[in-house]
């Protein structure tokens, strides 16, 4: 049995297809029943009136032959031999067989009134003194070959409109339908961020409510949302002064004490943990901003810039120096969709991310690709499957070696962008390391981005 259609037009097209088709076999069957039955009354009374007339006829015309002794019954025939399409046969009273038709096949005498033998339909009549009795036949199937065509030029056009019909029907279905193919390719075009508005035309108005609906789904979900970043960015903003000015006091407090005592080393301390605190806020800051897909630009960037640019600052820190070795690839430029500082946000933490989870005094390889790839490589053991698939989700490190924001912040300026993220270990060409790998779209349009 062919499985059901899953679609909506598909279900409503078999559905309509079935029943005209059911309609069509029922009203073609009543039909056919009424013109069997009406052709064959009309062939009775045919039957019937030729019997009649033929009585009175033969009676009157052969009533010499009729008057004379019993001889042998006279077969009747003013023509040339040919197929019949009725023959008869007079019979006396007591059931001699007196004359008959042409072709008329032996039989003997029955009973006045219709009766079918051997297919052939025969009426009798007798005449009112019953001396004569006259017996008309029509052949087997010659009601067949009158009934047969009659159907065909009855139901064949109509057999024909069904099909003509069932074809149009899906055509119609789909055209009828394609409203609602825009609106769900509209809400299957959205990305995980898009909550605004269903840009759509005119619909009708079953689908009007649906998108009216939806529209305000997505509006309470925006609010929604807004509300969480708004407070997520305010919190970590109000809280960035407050933080600042104790680390300065802690910081002032450890260079104040005396060297190696206590009191230097708690306040060392307390300025390291403020320091963690406010990288945390700042990534708090970057993930609010990289959630708020409304104000991701997209622009031609020269992702050279700020790639070289970050270089430079990172190698200025402390310990860091020499371990960053970027390669251009050759290329005087490299233009990409994007919002510049949410590219720069993301560069940004692939960079940290390396530095902090990578040895020590490791080498940190960037580089970058024509078509728009960076690649960020950095030593280490090996790093399991489970554990890849994870990191990009929130707090997915251990709090001692970072915020946890760092990949997630990446993912969520790729998928923003219309890309993603990619991880690998061991790194590409190594036995060992971990490999962070983001695509972005050549040329002045956006194109996904996309990993490796």
Do not use: C
Request: aromatic share 4%.
């Amino acid at each position: 049995m062919r499985p059901a259609p899953s679609s909506l037009a598909g279900r409503l097209g078999w559905m309509v297809g079935g029943l005209l088709l059911a309609l069509w076999t029922a009203s073609a069957g009543t039909a056919a029943f009424v013109v069997v039955r009406e052709i064959n009354e009309v062939f009775d009374s045919i039957l019937q009136e030729e019997a009649q007339m033929l009585l009175g006829g033969i009676i009157s015309r052969h009533a010499e032959r009729l008057a004379a002794p019993v001889q042998p019954p006279l077969v009747v025939s003013e023509a040339t031999p040919h197929d019949e399409y009725t023959t008869w046969r007079l019979f006396t009273g007591d059931g001699r067989l007196v004359m008959n038709s042409h072709g008329a096949s032996e039989a003997s005498m029955l009973p006045p009134g219709f009766a079918t033998i051997g297919g052939a339909r025969v009426y009798t009549e007798a005449t009112p003194d019953r001396r004569y009795v006259i017996s008309v036949a029509e052949p087997a199937g010659h009601r067949g070959h009158t009934v047969l065509p009659t159907l065909v030029r009855l139901l064949g056009p109509l057999f024909g409109l069904v099909v003509l019909a069932l074809v149009l029907i899906p055509i119609l279905l789909r055209k009828g339908f394609a409203p609602l193919s825009k609106l769900r390719a509209e809400i299957a075009r959205r990305g995980g961020g898009n909550l605004a508005p269903l840009a759509l035309g005119p619909l009708p108005d079953e689908l009007a409510a649906i998108r009216d609906v939806v529209d305000q789904l997505l509006g309470r979900v925006r609010r929604a949302l807004e509300a969480e970043r708004n407070f997520s960015a305010n919190a970590a903003h109000e809280m960035r002064t407050p933080v600042a000015v104790a680390m300065a006091q802690a910081q002032l407090l450890a260079a104040q004490a005396a060297p190696g005592s206590p009191m230097q080393r708690d306040a060392a301390q307390m300025a390291a943990g403020l320091a963690r605190l406010a990288a945390r806020l700042e990534k708090l800051l970057q993930l609010a901003r990289a959630e708020s897909v409304a104000t991701l630009r997209r622009d031609p960037v020269d992702l050279l810039v700020p790639l070289q640019l970050l270089v430079e600052e990172f190698a200025a820190q402390p310990g860091v120096g020499t371990r960053l070795h970027f390669d251009d690839g050759g290329l005087p430029d490299l233009i990409v969709a994007a919002d510049l500082d949410a590219v720069a946000i993301a560069l940004r933490n692939l960079i940290e991310n390396a530095l902090r989870h990578g040895p020590a005094d490791g080498i940190v390889d960037i580089s970058v690709l024509p078509d728009g790839a960076v690649r960020v490589v950095n030593g280490g053991p090996v790093t399991s499957r489970e554990r890849l698939e994870a990191l990009p989700a929130r707090f997915a490190s251990r709090p001692e070696q970072g915020s946890g924001l760092g990949l997630s912040i990446v993912r969520m300026i790729a998928e923003q962008l219309g890309g993603d993220l990619n991880l690998r270990s061991p790194a590409d060409g190594r036995e060992d390391g971990f490999e962070a790998i983001l695509r972005f779209a050549s040329g002045a349009g956006p194109r996904a981005i996309a990993g490796h």
